[in-house]
C-alpha cells in the first residue's frame, strides 16, 4: 500500500499496574431475552420465518427385514451322521461306520462335512466335503427344512444318515416351530470293537505260581495254601 504511513506491528501483550496482561477484546453480543427465557424453562417460542421440520421419511437403502446373510451371520447348524463303507477281503468286517459331522451355515445355505480323524486308522479323513451348497437329486439345493434326525442325506450318491444334533440347533428348529425327533444310536461297528480288543492288555499269569502248581503236580516241591482247589 503506498499510502499506508504507519508500519507498527501489532500486539497482543499490554502492561496493567506493573503486570503484563493478555489484550482482549470483549465482543458485544445482542441477546434476546425472550429467547433465552424460552431455552432456559422449555416453553417453545414461536418463531418467524422458521419452516416446519419435515417428517422422517423411510430409508430405501436400510430393508425393514434384515436379509439372512445378516441375520444369521456366523451361525451353522451341527448335525452327527454317519455313513457306511463296504469293506471287502476282510474276514473281521463287510462294511465299516465311518463317523461325520455335518455343518449347515443359515447365510448362504452351504453345507460342510468333516469326518474327525482317528489314530492310525488307516483311512484318509478331515475335511470330507468342501463347503458349498450341495443339491439335490430333484435339482433344487438342500435347506435347513430338508435337515431333521433320522433322515437320510444324499451327498452326491454318498448317502448319509443324521442321527444327533446339538443344543442350538434345536433351538433353533424350535424358534421356526419344528420339532427334532429324539437322537438315534450308531449302529455296530465291529472294526472298533477289534480295535479295542486288540489294544487291551492281558496282565500275564503269575509265573511263580505256575512253577510251585507243576512241582506239586509231580509230587515235589512245598505245599502252596494258594493250590489247595487243584
Known sequence: DPYKTKFNKGHVFDKKSGSQTESV???????DPELL??????APVNLEGVPPRPEEAEHEGIPKRPPKWLKHDKQALRFFAYFQEPVHESGIENFRVRKCVMF????????????????????????FLKRHKVPKAGGDIYTYSDLNIGVNVDVYGRVFRIVDSDEFTRKFYADMG???????????????????????????????????????KLNGGRCNKGLQQF
Not at 477484546?25 to 441477546?31: A, Y
Not at 427465557?37 to 422449555?42: A, N
Request: hydrophobic share 30%.
Open 25 to 31: 477484546k470483549i465482543l458485544e453480543e445482542k441477546v
Open 178 to 216: 419344528v420339532t427334532l425327533k429324539e437322537a438315534e444310536e450308531y449302529p455296530a461297528d465291529l472294526f472298533g470293537d477289534h480295535r479295542i480288543m486288540s489294544k487291551t492288555k492281558i496282565p500275564p499269569p503269575d509265573i511263580a505260581e505256575s512253577k510251585e502248581y507243576v512241582e506239586k
Open 104 to 127: 449347515y451355515y443359515l447365510d448362504d445355505d452351504t453345507l460342510h462335512i468333516i469326518e474327525p480323524r482317528v489314530e492310525n486308522s488307516g483311512i484318509p479323513q478331515g475335511v
Open 37 to 42: 427465557k424460552s431455552m432456559r424453562e422449555g
